[in-house]
């Protein structure tokens, strides 16, 4: 239902995004840079125009199944964001 494009750039700061969850040395401004990129990510989703000849072809219901992963992978960001917080 996104264009290539957007929908791409999603993708990028969701592998970003876990990159810095894994990380146990990052720091909090790490943490709020990646969900604030992610964030921004999914704002910029740009729906496909009808007729548009470049958007991929729909196989299935995914669409939902992403927006529950982005928002696990945010609520990820913040939790650990909390946890590393309570440490220092």
Known sequence: SYTANTWAVVEN?????QAVLEDPEASVVEVKAAE???????EGLEL???GDTTASIKTGDAVSMMYSLLGLAVASLGFYENKKR???
């Open 13 to 17: 700061e969701v592998i970003k995004a």
């Open 36 to 42: 604030k990129a992610l964030t921004k990510a999914l």
């Open 48 to 50: 496909v125009k009808a």
């Open 86 to 88: 309570k440490r220092e």
